[in-house]
T-cell receptor, first 116, second 111 residues
Framework: SQTIHQWPATLVQPVGSPLSLECTVE??????LYWYRQAAGRGLQLLFY??????ISSEVPQNLSASRPQDRQFILSSKKLLLSDSGFYLC???????????????FGSGTQLSVL | GESVGLHLPTLSVQEGDNSIINCAYS??????FIWYKQESGKGPQFIID?????DKRQGQRVTVLLNKTVKHLSLQIAATQPGDSAVYFC??????????FGKGTRLSVIA
């Protein structure tokens, strides 16, 4: 069966420091991969998605970037964190053979990022 | 702009009763809808999805109803259990656009 791993679970970083969050998926090939952010008490905001290695689509302009160096690895990065980057970051994947892009996503356990 | 919203931010239900969580959407082009359950500190967990060519779909103890005429989506949970306590999100999309998530409804099950 497929599993998604996301780490770390919690992270406290100072303003201006770099960020690297990693997500890996097991048990599938060529998944669609996603990064979402969830602010407290709000819905999920799509940040980036990828349909293949090296293919990144950005949904919102921001201080973050994403990369997909391997088929089942998705990385969220920042060179210099801002206070406003605090939030709950979620990685998600989907099986591209089922339905259309952005349908039936499966989420990881999330990373709670606090920028101080 | 078009958005997905919720009728009630919180819902308290007695254990064993049925729960109904509602969601309104405004995008008439939406053709896919999905429900997630999110427990505190965890990622959203897929519950059930439905396409616009259907009015009803059932899963294990859950039913999703879609009323396209009034742009309304609901999630029914039968025989609600303490483990059902969580925040429930609806989301919708049209064509190849990304999912648009609502802000969520918190379900509290009273033992």
């Amino acid at each position: 069966s497929q599993t998604i791993h996301q780490w770390p679970a919690t992270l406290v970083q100072p303003v201006g420091s770099p960020l690297s969050l990693e997500c890996t998926v097991e048990g599938t090939s060529n998944p669609n991969l996603y990064w979402y952010r969830q602010a407290a008490g709000r819905g999920l905001q799509l940040l980036f998605y990828s349909v293949g290695i090296g293919q990144i689509s950005s949904e919102v302009p921001q201080n973050l970037s994403a990369s997909r160096p391997q088929d089942r690895q998705f990385i969220l990065s920042s060179k210099k964190l801002l206070l406003s980057d605090s939030g709950f970051y979620l990685c998600a994947w989907r099986e591209p053979s089922t339905g259309q892009l952005h349908e039936k996503l499966f989420f990881g356990s999330g990373t709670q990022l606090s920028v101080l | 702009g078009e958005s997905v919203g919720l009728h009630l931010p919180t819902l308290s239900v007695q254990e064993g009763d049925n729960s109904i969580i509602n969601c309104a959407y405004s995008n008439s082009a939406s053709d896919y809808f999905i429900w997630y359950k999110q427990e505190s500190g965890k990622g959203p967990q897929f519950i059930i999805d439905i396409r616009s060519n259907m009015d009803k779909r059932q899963g294990q103890r859950v039913t999703v109803l879609l009323n396209k005429t009034v742009k309304h989506l609901s999630l029914q949970i039968a025989a609600t259990q303490p483990g059902d306590s969580a925040v429930y999100f609806c989301a919708e999309k049209g064509g190849n656009t990304p999912l648009v998530f609502g802000k969520g409804t918190r379900l509290s099950v009273i033992a």
